[in-house]
């Protein structure tokens, strides 16, 4: 068995900003990955996926993102800097090793991969917050002729040519795809359907991008316990870069929540319905943890944690959304986590070292 100081599980922004924390500290330690190369997640959504944020606030530590930098990367630019990011820092990156158990005996932490079993006195969780799509089980009403694809599935407007198309979810995903869709003459129809009271804001305010602003207003690194994160927090969510005026003159119909369906039917709250040829499921994701098979260490199906530590002495979890701070999950903040917790791994392996054996 292959054994570790620390097994990072999860190649993404979370676990290769950690492994730039780690990479001077001299412990031994690894990043295991299920995909086939270092930024196959980014590489592998929507061709027309931009970050909305800059690229002078996409940047993990120590290397800047590449090009102007107020330009918004595309997705293919994110996996290109991924990838430079772990050979630049000569990242100890295991791809296409799939994690599937992780269990924790007497002598540390033992994990089931594709690849083998591993050993590891301590474990980080870095997979980020988009393990399994959501969709609602009345999915299954609609007739098998009606086309559904989840935003972890969408691509492009090609096969909704000629569909009247229902876009569920008006984060900033479902917006985005919602968006494209009704820009393309060639879609018949394009409704959106939400359940939430999004906040729309702009992408650019008086010249600067909305980052700009909230960075200077201490907004997007204030802890989620204090004053101003709570106020980060209390809305449902915010969509940037689309009003509903913009969506509006893209000829782009609203639905309330969806409650239903039936053959080629949406059903929505107070019984509206709309008739359909194609669904396209903004719905999220959810978290799923369920290989941890560690006692206690679970809340349902999520690990627990405060700020990345877990009850499990020497477990960890990283890039998950409000972690520390609203910038927990997005690629040029989740360096502030990594800082925060690559001391407390050190701390934890150096009083392992000197204890007695």
Do not use: C
């Not at 996409?58 to 918004?72: E, I, K, V, W």
């Not at 003459?185 to 650019?204: E, I, M």
């Not at 020497?314 to 989740?334: E, K, N």
Request: proline content about 7%.
């Amino acid at each position: 068995m292959t054994g570790y100081d620390v097994a990072i599980v999860g190649g993404g922004q979370a676990g290769l900003a950690l492994g730039h924390e780690l990479a001077d500290t001299g412990l031994n330690f690894v990043v295991l990955d299920a995909g086939p190369d270092v930024g196959h997640v980014w590489r592998n959504r929507w061709t027309s996926l931009r970050l909305f944020t800059p690229a002078r606030y996409a940047a993990l530590p120590g290397l800047a993102f590449p090009g102007p930098p107020d330009a918004y990367p595309g997705k293919d630019q994110v996996a290109d800097y991924l990838a430079t990011y772990a050979s630049t820092f000569d990242l100890p990156v295991k791809t296409s090793t799939a994690v599937t158990a992780l269990e924790r005996h007497d002598d540390g932490y033992h994990l089931t991969t594709s690849r083998g079993p591993v050993w590891a006195w301590q474990v980080v969780v870095a997979t980020g917050p988009f393990q399994q799509p959501a969709v609602p089980a009345f999915s299954e009403a609609f007739a098998p002729e009606i086309l559904q694809q989840h935003s972890s599935a969408y691509r492009d407007p090609d096969p909704f040519r000629g569909r009247r198309v229902l876009v569920v979810g008006a984060g900033n995903s479902g917006v985005q795809i919602a968006a494209e869709l009704a820009a393309d003459p060639d879609v018949a129809a394009v409704a959106l359907s939400t359940g939430t009271r999004n906040v729309h804001v702009p992408q650019r305010i008086l010249g600067r991008d909305i980052f700009w602003w909230q960075t200077r207003a201490g907004l997007i690194t204030a802890p989620a316990a204090s004053r101003r994160g709570r106020w980060m927090r209390r809305g449902e969510g915010t969509v940037i870069g689309h009003s509903l005026r913009d969506l509006r003159r893209l000829g782009i119909s609203f639905a309330p929540r969806l409650t239903n369906a039936l053959d080629s039917t949406a059903v929505f709250a107070a019984d509206t319905r709309t008739d359909l040829d194609a669904v396209v499921w903004a719905t999220g994701f959810r978290r799923d943890h369920s290989w941890v098979d560690i006692p206690g260490a679970l809340d349902e199906s999520v690990l627990r944690h405060r700020e990345g530590i877990t009850p499990t002495p020497g477990l960890y979890v990283l890039g998950q959304p409000w972690q520390r701070t609203a910038g927990s999950a997005l690629i040029g903040y989740v360096g502030h986590d990594a800082a925060h917790l690559a001391p407390r791994i050190v701390g934890h392996a150096s009083a392992k070292s000197a204890s007695p054996s």
